[in-house]
């Protein structure tokens, strides 16, 4: 029973909005405002296997590629700069201020050097995502227990144990929210690097789809964009929390019983 | 100040001096070693040109780069689009914090709506503000409003997410407390609810500054609505190179100084707060 109402509290108010959209929409004669019906018949015609094969894949495959790049890149920078606590002193007000240069003005900086091509995007996307990573690595570094450090110290375990079995590991719970915010600069500059010069990729339609006054295609490709955001987040989650599992379990057993 | 008895102030004991000494250096030493790594910067992209490993066409050298952003220091139109800039910025940030503490009190003070609104927050949340660019092109062209509507968007969530956190923080003592001497309901809002929530309300409005700053710079380079981004964009087509590293470091610059802006409201609106007052030195 309480189950059921949970379930039905949780999908309440999706249904009353989606509704909503669809009546409010439905004798809509509003050229940009679409009726409902009509984004989703559009729906399927538009984002068909074969458009999926050639404009989100390659999307998707150059998110991934510079997102890994800028995980690898920064949790190594990371651990050597937080490491060291002159380097870091030295470092610091350098790599906030990269920090606070909004990514997608790089765009135009990394086609100077690296054309139009699909290099320039993974470049695009691996610069703009590797600063909260590489920050907050430095602070998880930096905020290692001191008690496990000497232990580490006097047990003699030291070089890439130490790395992996005590610093990697008390600090995953920070590099893993710096990689979520990572994730979603991430997908903005997906779609920002192909909205300014490309000729494949999901931001390059949708910007074709609004140039040519497609407007239920239009609407329907933000839909999907917004599917697919919702859907990198979730599977981040799994991950996180697949990984991360003796971290929370340890927080809910500090936190006691309840 | 620690005052004696008679109003005279007593010297503050010696081992207190001796740290507070200690304080003084070890952040004289650190500011002065970030300095020399900000001098290490500019001294590597003046050398980089010159050594050929990259072209100046492609990074202009730093005294080249300083050039130009004194040329642009001294037109008007540098200053009307960094106006424009924080304009857009400051409108979007306002919207989205009011809006995001007052739905955010309202749907944590009520369980119901809680419940009734996770699902949808969780959905809407991670959808990229960059999906409403076309949108926002479609319905205000290049005006002000086109920037100030993906602003919001991306700055809200954050907020919101943030209060309902602070909210959820709130001690059940201190709020059957209140009940019980018979507090209504806004007055346990405002006396429970807001200082519990005020830490996690600033954390969001930090973050919602930073976000909204990227947001009006990206909707102005993409869209072309008036701002520093759209000079970016006109600086990149007609070929100055050094302009458009010295307008990128110009918005570097803005982010940190909205970051440190924010940082300084947060101690100073929590300095109540364990957080900030820190530790009691004995």
């Known amino acids: 029973m309480r189950v059921l109402v949970r379930i039905l509290l949780a999908v309440a108010l999706p249904i009353v909005l989606f509704v909503a959209w669809w009546l409010g929409t439905a004798n809509s004669d509003n050229f940009y405002v679409p009726p409902l019906s009509e984004i989703l018949s559009t729906f399927p015609e538009v984002w068909t296997w074969d458009r999926l094969r050639t404009d989100v894949l390659p999307s998707l495959i150059r998110l991934a590629v510079g997102y890994t790049v800028a995980v690898l890149a920064g949790i190594a920078l990371g651990v050597l700069v937080g490491s060291y606590r002159r380097v870091r002193a030295v470092l610091e007000p350098v790599l906030e201020f990269f920090r606070a240069i909004p990514p997608p003005v790089l765009v135009p900086v990394i086609m100077l050097f690296a054309g139009i091509g699909d290099t320039m995007k993974v470049v695009v996307i691996a610069a703009g995502c590797v600063w909260p990573i590489l920050l907050n690595t430095v602070e998880g570094v930096r905020a290692v227990d001191s008690v496990l450090a000497d232990t580490c110290k006097s047990y003699g375990i030291t070089g890439a144990s130490r790395v992996g079995h005590l610093v990697l590991r008390s600090a995953s719970p920070q590099i893993a929210a710096g990689m979520r915010q990572a994730l979603s600069i991430g997908i903005i500059l997906m779609v920002i690097s192909e909205m300014f010069a490309a000729s494949n990729g999901l931001g390059f339609t949708i910007v074709q789809f609004q140039r040519s006054f497609a407007i239920p295609d239009m609407w329907s490709g933000i839909l999907l964009l917004g599917l697919l955001g919702l859907a990198l987040s979730i599977l981040f989650r799994l991950v996180e929390s697949w990984a991360l599992a003796w971290y929370h379990g340890q927080r809910r057993a500090q936190r006691g019983p309840s | ?282």
């Open chain 2, 1 to 282: 100040m620690i005052r004696g008895v008679k109003g005279t102030p007593t010297p503050p004991p010696a081992r207190l001096l001796a740290w507070r000494t200690r304080q003084a250096s070890s952040r004289a030493r650190k500011a002065a070693l970030g300095l020399s790594g900000l001098a290490g910067l500019l001294l590597l992209v003046e050398v980089l040109p010159y050594s050929g490993l990259v072209s100046a066409d492609f990074l202009p050298p730093t005294h080249r780069i300083a050039v130009a952003l004194v040329g642009e220091l001294a037109t008007g139109a540098f200053w009307s689009a960094l106006w424009d800039t924080l304009v857009a910025w400051a409108i979007g940030l306002a919207i989205a914090v009011v809006a995001g503490i007052v739905v955010g009190i309202v749907i944590g003070a009520v369980p119901v709506l809680r419940a009734l609104t996770a699902s949808t927050i969780e959905f809407l949340r991670p959808i990229p503000s960059v999906a409403l660019i076309p949108l926002a092109v479609l319905l205000y062209g290049t005006e002000i409003r086109s920037t100030l509507m993906l602003v919001v968007y991306a700055s809200f969530w954050q907020v919101l997410i943030q209060v309902l956190y602070g909210v959820q923080d709130v001690d059940p003592i201190a709020d059957e407390t209140a009940r019980s001497y018979g507090l209504g309901t806004l007055a346990r809002v405002r006396c429970v609810m807001w200082p519990t929530a005020l830490p996690y309300v600033m954390t969001g409005v930090r973050l919602a500054a930073a976000v909204a700053l990227v947001l009006a710079i990206t909707a102005q380079l993409v869209i072309g609505a008036p701002g520093l981004g759209s000079r970016i964009a006109v600086a990149q087509t007609s070929n100055a190179v050094p302009n458009m590293y010295a307008l990128i470091a110009v918005t570097g610059l803005l982010g940190v100084l909205i970051n440190l802006g924010a940082r300084g409201v947060e101690r100073l609106l929590l300095s109540w707060h364990q957080s900030v007052r820190g530790e009691v030195l004995v």
